[in-house]
């Protein structure tokens, strides 16, 4: 079966999020510390679109079908807003820390590299959340999470 060029730029992003995992654990301070930044923010995307974040299902969980699929919707929106703000912040950062030449502590690196990493990282979070947003209201079959079904 031939994948959707959509699902296999979703599942690039988690590749990179994981491979910043594996570059992370051999910890040099500096730079452990610049790519665990990154790496939050990658990690941001990977679980924004799968919807593998911190929920709270109280009240999604004794709703059926049709309002689980609103909640849904309206959950995402919202973190597609405050996600889309964060990334528009991180911008002035990345900014910011290119136009005072920030550098590290101990290796007297440059550190907007790694801020604007951090931010591309943002971007794709924003990028799929806005896709889950498209998923969860046109096509909500096309989604792998199991427990979210079409409703009329």
Known sequence: MKRAWMDRFIDTIEWIAAGIVGIVAPDSFDIGRMLLGILIFWGIAATSYRGTHITVD????????????????FATLVLLFVVSVQTWTLFDKVRGTYNDNVLTFDLHMPAWPFFAIAWVGDISAVLLIAIRTYRLIFHPEEMHDPTIKATE
Request: net charge positive.
């Open 58 to 73: 109280l009240v999604w969980a004794n709703v059926g079908p049709r309002y689980q699929r609103l909640i849904d919707v």
